[in-house]
């Protein structure tokens, strides 16, 4: 799945926060893919900690990736702000690895499938594999998303 995500998005916001996001910065942050496209919101009282975030996962993002760490407040009261420093870094980071914009990426095509779903309705999952497979016949990721029954 995260190939899959890696391949069909500019970036991907990580506001950290929580102990779910930590894991996924962890996770993220050495994926071979997406690790360069991270964009990492931190609270900026947290700018100096010398944790293990600070100097694991951010650290190497900040010195050995594309992706950027955005300290920033993300009280209510600064959203606005908050919102175009995001919009500016993940605009950097999608023209430093942009997004696959074929048939295979789900986001850039979710309409097309739309479309196929309301038209042919009920359309099996492996149909559409089918049907990605023969638009895009040179996407290894295309034969790793089939489940192991087969369907």
């Known amino acids: 799945m995260e190939n899959l995500l890696a391949e069909s998005v500019s970036a991907v916001v990580i506001l950290l926060q929580s102990p779910g996001t930590i894991a996924e910065l962890g996770a993220f942050s050495n994926h071979p893919r997406l690790k360069d496209k991270l964009l990492v919101v931190i609270d900026p009282h947290y700018k100096r900690s010398q944790g293990f975030i600070n100097t694991g996962p951010v650290r190497h993002l900040q010195k050995?990736?594309?992706?950027?760490?955005?300290?920033?407040?993300m009280q209510h009261s600064d959203i606005v702000s908050l919102s175009k420093s995001v919009t500016q870094a993940s605009r950097e980071i999608g023209l430093a690895s942009p997004p696959r914009a074929d048939m295979t990426n789900p986001i850039a095509s979710q309409e097309f499938y739309l479309a196929l779903v309301m038209t042919l309705d009920p359309v099996p999952r492996s149909a559409l594999l089918s049907l990605a497979r023969l638009l895009h016949p040179n996407s290894p990721e295309l034969s790793q998303t089939s489940r192991r029954d087969g369907s």
Do not use: A, E, L
């Open 64 to 73: 050995q990736t594309m992706s950027k760490v955005i300290f920033h407040n």
